[in-house]
């Protein structure tokens, strides 16, 4: 079974572009959630989607957006980019959006803004 | 709020040698607590976890108790292998959110051979 794909690896952009970044779950996988990581801050959660919806949402700036397709893949984007937005972003599918339930992660996209 | 800490590092054992990295944490209600574990060049994994109190979880030789009295979840290994290096983070779920996770700042642990 294929394990969770985010592509591009790796992005570099400009302060003031935007960004899209995609995901792509294990297959059967309903629930894609994103982070955020970085050498100051940690991980942090940017988002929840289950089903098309977003279940739950962490505490970024309306910059920072996401959708999710009915074949559960989901990109997250970010608009009017800061130098602050470098960082690995990770990507997480489950089954369901069950509490206590396993995340499956993916390697990440690594955004560099410059 | 909710919050995890965990102990800084970065650590370096040597093979066979015993772990302990601190996690504790701070939460409303009563949070499940998780280890997961992030090898150089992957995803994180789920390493092991424990959803209420005196639950022990148990993966791949390491253990951690979850222990509410001292709101602590700290991780343990009893004979580090070179394969354990890698970045370790302590992290919780607050039951409201459900895959809401809210991480430590993770330890690096190094096995030297």
């Known amino acids: 079974k294929a394990g969770v794909t985010q592509t591009p690896r790796y992005l570099i952009k400009t302060r003031g572009q935007q960004v899209t970044l995609s995901c792509s779950p294990i297959?059967?996988?309903?629930?894609v959630s994103w982070y955020q990581q970085t050498p100051g801050q940690g991980l942090q959660f940017l988002f929840e989607?289950?089903?098309?919806?977003?279940?739950n949402k962490g505490n970024f700036p309306g910059r920072f957006s996401g959708r999710q397709f009915s074949n559960s893949r989901s990109e997250m984007n970010v608009s009017t980019l800061e130098l602050g937005d470098s960082a690995l972003y990770l990507c997480?599918?489950?089954?369901?959006?069950?509490?206590?339930?396993?995340?499956?992660f993916g390697s990440g996209t690594q955004l560099s803004v410059l | 709020g909710n919050s995890v800490t965990q102990m800084e590092g970065p650590v370096t054992l040597s093979e066979e040698a015993f772990l302990t990295i601190n996690c504790t944490y701070t939460?409303?209600?009563?949070?499940?607590l998780f280890w997961y574990v992030q090898y150089p060049g992957e995803g994180l994994q789920l390493l092991l976890k424990?959803?209420?109190?005196?639950d022990k979880g148990s993966n791949k030789g390491f253990e951690a108790t979850y222990r509410k009295e001292t709101t602590s979840f700290h991780l343990e290994k009893g004979s580090v292998q070179v394969s354990d290096s890698a970045v370790y983070f302590c992290?919780?779920?607050?039951?409201?959110?459900?895959?809401?996770?809210?991480f430590g700042t993770g330890t690096r642990l190094t096995v030297i051979p």
């Open positions: 997480a599918s489950s089954p369901a959006s069950e509490i206590n339930e396993k995340l499956f």
């Open positions: 297959s059967g996988h309903r629930s």
């Open positions: 989607y289950f089903s098309e919806t977003q279940r």
């Open positions: 939460a409303t209600g009563y949070p499940s």
């Open positions: 424990a959803t209420k109190a005196d």
């Open positions: 992290a919780l779920s607050d039951q409201t959110g459900a895959n809401n996770l809210f």
